[in-house]
């Protein structure tokens, strides 16, 4: 897929949609991606401007202008690697975030737990709050035991 020397440059975009396919309504990148699974794009002239960007935050901007900074595009078809600008809505992390049907996004993942890393129920007997945060009252009374029987 690299330009040979002597070919003419290809035109933005025509280079953008190279490196995709459809699948579906979405259009899926094919090309490079990073460990998260999102579609990385070269952009820039050769040295030093040239830069690595998120495919589809690329294609977003140069289709819809800029996205603040602050702001992700949380991919409304769940779809890592689509870059169809249909598919993407600019939100705040706290929001992208929130939508994520992924167990590990936070509070989500940390709700869903039942027992603690030691086994013990998650229950209304055995559960105490601290700073909000979930503990085991059967793994804190262990250790407290153990601090006493050490002393």
Request: charged content about 30%.
């Amino acid at each position: 897929m690299a330009r040979k020397r002597g070919e003419p440059h290809l035109p933005v975009m025509e280079r953008f949609y190279r490196h995709t396919e459809s699948c579906g309504d979405c259009i899926v990148w094919i090309g490079k991606r990073s460990k998260g699974g999102y579609g990385q794009f070269r952009i820039g002239k050769r040295g030093v401007d040239r830069k690595m960007a998120y495919a589809h935050r690329w294609v977003y901007e140069h289709i819809n202008g800029p996205v603040h900074r602050s702001l992700d595009l949380d991919h409304l078809c769940r779809n890592r690697a689509c870059v169809n600008v249909e598919h993407l809505e600019p939100v705040s992390r706290k929001e992208n975030i929130r939508r994520s049907p992924l167990p590990n996004n936070g509070a989500t993942f940390q709700k869903s737990k039942t027992h603690c890393p030691s086994g013990h129920p998650y229950d209304e007997s055995n559960t105490l709050y601290d700073s909000g945060a979930r503990r085991c009252r059967t793994c804190r009374n262990s250790r407290q035991r153990k601090i006493k029987e050490a002393v």
